[in-house]
């Protein structure tokens, strides 16, 4: 038995939008720690292939094309998961998808598209598995957020109140729930390379400015996401519930280090550039 897992070893995880990027890794990372995984993804061939990728190299997985915010595709796809490898333990809700549109361009059918997989998903997820959960009497829950859940990111259409919902349904499940043996926490990732982001940051100039913004310098990845969750899932945070865990290099607390300032050269520069050895 693993330490980060303790008795949550050979468990049932299940991570949702893990066909790709940083819910692949949070799957792959609960897999290498002892968990039996459920892959869920709305693109059921990734789904299938990542599942596929570990039962080949002798782990627990199964894949299923799920709609996060389709509570027959969720209900069936939990009892699979469920026949297979007994009572989920963990739920991982990483499904989201992005718009890039103007507030005063936004689409009535894309907010409603957003909302629906990025916030009323988490909600169906937790309520539909989050019962197994109750009914067991022990069980955790980690929402994958957004540091746009608590600071407006511009022309990403319904992405921030999405994400920022995504917070009040971790605070109100881990309210609810945290009497009865389920601990429920947020994670708020800032800026993670995955290869859906792979034009971004291949331009080196674009990346290297981006890494300047970052207090620790530089673009996290899907296992820092990862590490964070296996550590949430475990009896080691057996007394963290209801907290947002901000994992973005501190990126979201140095807004006033970026503050341009007078450079020795008479131009400017920030504090956070200055500082850079
Ligand atoms: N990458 C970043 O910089 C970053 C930053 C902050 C937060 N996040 C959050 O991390 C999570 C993962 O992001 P990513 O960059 O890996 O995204 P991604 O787009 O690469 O992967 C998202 C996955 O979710 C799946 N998906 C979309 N709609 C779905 C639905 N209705 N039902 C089931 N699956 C669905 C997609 O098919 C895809 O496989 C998201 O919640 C995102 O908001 C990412």
Not at 13 to 31: D, E, F, K, M, P
Not at 113 to 142: S, Y
Not at 201 to 221: C, F, H, Q, W
Request: proline share 4%.
């Amino acid at each position: 038995m693993s330490d980060e897992t303790s008795n949550t070893e050979g468990q049932l995880a299940i991570v949702t939008g893990a066909g790709r990027g940083i819910g692949a890794a949070i799957a792959q990372r609960l897999s290498d720690a002892g968990y039996a995984v459920a892959i869920w993804d709305y693109d059921g061939e990734t789904a299938t292939a990542t599942a596929k990728a570990l039962s080949d190299a002798g782990r627990r997985a199964i894949g299923a094309r799920v709609d996060v915010s389709d509570e027959s595709m969720v209900e069936a796809a939990t009892q699979a998961a469920e026949a297979a490898f007994g009572a989920p333990y963990l739920l991982v809700n990483n499904a989201a998808t992005r718009h890039n549109e103007r507030l005063e361009d936004l689409k009535r059918e894309s907010w409603d598209r957003e909302i629906a997989t990025n916030l009323t998903g988490p909600f169906v997820c937790t309520q539909i598995v989050g019962r197994r959960m109750l009914a067991a009497g022990t069980g955790a829950i980690v929402n994958i957020a957004s540091m746009a859940g608590s600071n407006g990111q511009a022309v990403r259409g319904a992405y921030t109140p999405a994400k920022a919902g995504v917070l009040g349904l971790t605070y109100l499940t881990a309210v609810e729930w945290g009497g009865r043996g389920i601990r429920c926490n947020a994670i708020s990732p800032g800026m993670i390379s995955t290869p859906a982001h792979a034009a971004t940051y291949s331009d080196e100039n674009l990346k290297k400015a981006r890494e300047a913004m970052v207090p620790t310098g530089r673009i996290g990845n899907g296992k820092d996401i990862a590490d964070a969750v296996i550590f949430l899932a475990s009896d080691g945070a057996g007394y963290i519930n209801g907290a947002n865990l901000p994992v973005d290099g501190g990126i979201t607390k140095s807004i006033l280090a970026l503050m341009p300032v007078p450079a020795s050269d008479g131009g400017f520069e920030t504090m956070l550039g200055r500082l850079r050895p």
